[in-house]
């Protein structure tokens, strides 16, 4: 085994034993305020007892502490500070130990020097776990909630928005998540396998575990690798002890690093998000408002939702009792020659159908009309079905439709006049169609909505 690897074994014991000399020393102080108050009586052999054992136990802490030290995973100025105090209050306390045990009967002087001496040990004793707690938890730790005392800036922190149009993933979501589940232990302060995630130059950084992020794929980045290990893995972070990152947070970062490149600076509205996602992002922002219309919506047939799994739809529903659905059509699971099929299972929860996507699922322009009669469908994704033009001017009669993808379709910017009569429609993703990016600065020069969105 590697002496270093040894070294950091035996100062991990340090945490263990640490509060070992603070109950010891303060026990044995204690005892002699109580002993001259006349409290106690006869409590020498006791006390030094107490004096011995806080000055025994404190050099191992002090030895372990180093030990932990050459991790390298704390800050070097806290780290010295910590180490002095603690140096400083094992030499003081055995001070005060030499004295308890050769004098019997003190001299005012004597006396003044050992009273002085346990002084000087519960002072410093206090400093060195103070500074052991910053180091551990941050130097906030203390007074995070105290009243009245200005709290840390967080140099990565944004304006509180408003508009989930104009939230911007990494500043305003997945930031926020990470410097409340990760920064008592990666911060510029304490810095464990030497990441930290105070400025984007940190987490760009890394730490000593691989890849920090690697844009575009998640399954590739240490950080969400280890944030969505299994409940009890030796590996997850948070680790174990710590509550860890929920479904919906990972799902956030995930698409942060996935969905957004992992870019610092895109908004919510630059790039296609999933509903699972902007829901809940809108959520974790406090932004969204939309259980209270969904739960008026009437009960649903077991059987039509049996139905429509059978057919090979996945079907969510968006809030417990709501009976709100998110319907999806994996790719390619539809068979072209029997879409009529799909199409009469989904129109019996037609009122019931929020979030639909039917993308490569053999429609045509004939098929659109189906959706026009879907009275609270709010997004649409059509992609990389073979619909032109004509079967644009299918789609009316959806009064709260807010986004609708025809992403690898045959439209063109021709369409964009019939759609903009939808009263509720704010984005229409465009990538690889007829629409080029003359064409859609063309169309913002003139309309304000919908906004068309590309991909370059």
Known sequence: MEESNLILFFGRFHPLIVHLPIGFLMIGALME?????????????????SLLHGVASAVAASVLGYMLGTSGDYAPDMLDAHMWAGIITTV?????????????????????????????M???????????????????YLTKY????????????????????????????VHPIIRDRCMSCHSSEKQKGKLSFSSIEEYL???????????????????????????????????????????????LIKFWIDGAGANFDTLLSQVEVPEEVMTTASHYLGL???????????????????????????????????????????SGKANPSDIMRYLDTLDKVREHVIWLAMDESGLSDEYLVYFAGYPNLRS???????????????????PV????????????????????????????????????????????????????VSGS
């Open 33 to 49: 305020i109580a002993e001259r108050l006349s409290w106690l009586s006869n409590v020498r052999p006791a006390i030094i007892f």
């Open 122 to 140: 519960m002072i410093a004793m206090s400093a060195t776990g103070h500074l052991g707690g910053n180091m551990t938890h941050g130097s906030d």
């Open 288 to 330: 969204s408002g939309d259980e209270e219309q969904m739960l008026a919506l009437d009960s649903i047939a077991p059987k039509d939702l049996e139905q429509l799994r059978l057919m090979g739809f996945e079907v969510r529903e968006l809030a417990a009792g709501s009976y709100a659905l998110d319907v999806t059509l994996p």
């Open 401 to 452: 439709l807010e986004k609708l993808n025809l992403y690898g379709t045959g439209v063109t910017v021709s369409s964009m006049d019939h759609l903009r009569r939808l009263p509720a429609l704010q984005v229409v993703y465009v990538w690889q169609t007829g629409i080029d990016e003359e064409a859609i600065h063309e169309w913002h020069s003139k309309h304000e909505k919908p906004r068309l």
């Open 205 to 251: 950084k890394g730490g000593e575990s691989g890849d920090l992020i690697v844009a575009g794929d998640a399954s590739a980045s240490e950080l969400f690798k280890r944030i969505s290990l299994p409940a009890g893995h030796d590996d997850i972070m948070p680790p174990e002890g710590k509550e860890p990152l929920t479904e919906e947070q990972q799902l």
């Open 380 to 398: 649409l994704k059509l992609s990389n079905n073979a619909i032109t033009d004509a079967g644009i001017k299918q789609l009316s009669g959806l």
């Open 146 to 173: 105290a009243p009245f005392i200005p709290k840390p800036v967080d140099p990565l922190a944004r304006p509180k928005v408003t508009d989930i149009q104009q939230a911007q993933l990494f500043g305003d979501v």
């Open 92 to 120: 003081v306390a055995a001070a005060a130990l030499l004295l308890k045990t050769r004098w019997v009967d003190f001299t005012k002087v004597q006396t003044q020097l050992y009273l002085g001496l346990l002084a000087v």
